[in-house]
Each structure stands twice: as C-alpha cells, then as structure tokens.
Antibody, heavy 123, light 109 residues
Framework: EVQLVESGGGLVKPGGSLRLSCAAS????????MNWVRQAPGKGLEWVGR??????????DYAAPVKGRFTISRDDSKNTLYLQMNSLKTEDTAVYYC??????????????WGQGTLVTVSS | IVLTQSPGTLSLSPGERATLSCWAS???????LAWYQQKPGQAPRLLIY???SRATGIPDRFSGSGSGTDFTLTISRLEPEDFAVYYC???????????FGQGTKLEIK
C-alpha cells in the first residue's frame, strides 16, 4: 500500500521560511515523479510543482506564483520529498499535499495523496 | 489552459443521475484529463484518468467522457457518500503544468 505522510507545517511570519517533508512508502520512490499541490482554506486545488525521478533527469517545474521562492528536492535514500518555501506570503496559506502519478503516465492523474499539512503565513 | 466547471453547485437526491461538466479554454489531450472527488477534511481522490478510465476501486456508477474542450463526469445513481466536491484537472506539457477546475459542489437536495 502506497503511503505519503507530510510534516513540517505550522505558523510562519510573512517573509519567513519553512520546509515541508513527505515520507513515502509502498512504492519504488526513486522511480516516482513527485508533486506538491496546495489548497487555500475554502478554496480549490492548485498545483505547486514537481520533481522528476533522477533517472529521468531529476528536474523540477513550478507554478508561476511560487517560482523563484519555492524549491522541491528529494532524498531517494530516505524515500523523502521536500518543499523548501522562502519569502512566504499570506497568500501561501494553505494545506500542502504531497502527491504522485506513480503507476500512471506523467499527466495521467494523481493516484496517491498524503493527508496534507497546514501552512499558515500570518503576522 | 483554463478549466471551467459547471455548475458551481448541483443539488440532487440520492438515486438521481448527476452530470458535471468541465470546459477547457484550449483543446486538451484526453490522456491528460482527470477527475477527483474531495470530501471535507480529506485529500482528493482520483476517480477518472485519461478522461474515461476509472481509477482503482472506483465504483462503476462513475463514468467519464468527452474530448477536445468538453468533458463530462457522470454519476449514474447517487449514493449518500457521493455528495462532495468534484474537480477536473488537465496536464499541459509545454511548459509542464497542471491546472484544476474551480470545482463543482454536489449537495443533497
């Protein structure tokens, strides 16, 4: 059974930084392209970014609102995905989900999701 | 590409048929169109991938159809557990990005 468990959320002041983690199990993590999706309170879903597997280049792609401020990385030895968030804004307040299309093709659909971790940016 | 879902809220009774629409501002490959269900306090759940294929464990009362710019999620006979918010999502390859519709809330009438 694939499990994704996020951690690291919390309250941070505008301009601050936070690092989220996502521990994965039940899949060959090193082969998985991993994504972050967020959801502001009472709002819809917004893709944040993704990282390819190292065998596919390990490159990253980001949504425009976070590009240059957020960095996605991975540690395949620990089966863990990271989201480093810098220069945080109040509009970054959201539940952040770790998700993957593992088992489907890229763009096929996010089959597996974590439970989410809440990030609140407020002074 | 912008995805627009209609209606914003759909009020139906258990046993009725639900038809949810998703329109894309540009043509979308069917391979890259998915539908999700989300209940309060829960992560989204993949229902349909490739516009018409049911994900693992999804009951056959859920079906997806469409192509180009016009896609539909149909729930043939609503069960009490189907009342939730539904999102469509597309993937664009250049540049790589994923876009979600704004969601349709399916509520009990």
């Amino acid at each position: 059974e694939v499990q994704l468990v996020e951690s690291g959320g919390g309250l941070v002041k505008p301009g601050g930084s936070l690092r989220l983690s996502c521990a994965a199990s039940g899949l060959t993590f090193s082969n998985a392209w991993m994504n972050w999706v967020r959801q502001a309170p009472g709002k819809g879903l917004e893709w944040v970014g993704r990282i390819k597997s190292k065998s596919d280049g390990g490159t990253t792609d980001y949504a425009a609102p976070v590009k240059g401020r957020f960095t996605i990385s991975r540690d395949d030895s620990k089966n863990t995905l990271y989201l480093q968030m810098n220069s945080l804004k109040t509009e970054d307040t959201a539940v952040y989900y770790c998700t993957t299309e593992y088992g489907l093709w890229s763009g096929g659909g996010f089959q597996y999701w974590g439970q989410g971790t809440l990030v609140t940016v407020s002074s | 590409i912008v995805l627009t879902q209609s209606p914003g809220t759909l009020s139906l009774s258990p046993g009725e048929r639900a038809t949810l629409s998703c329109w894309a501002s540009q043509s979308v490959s069917s391979s890259y169109l998915a539908w999700y269900q989300q209940k309060p306090g829960q992560a989204p759940r993949l229902l349909i991938y490739g516009a018409s294929s049911r994900a693992t464990g999804i009951p056959d009362r859920f079906s997806g159809s469409g192509s180009g710019t016009d896609f539909t999620l149909t729930i043939s006979r609503l069960e009490p557990e189907d009342f939730a918010v539904y999102y469509c999502q597309q993937y664009g390859r250049s540049p790589p990005m994923y876009t979600f519709g704004q969601g349709t809330k399916l509520e009990i009438k």
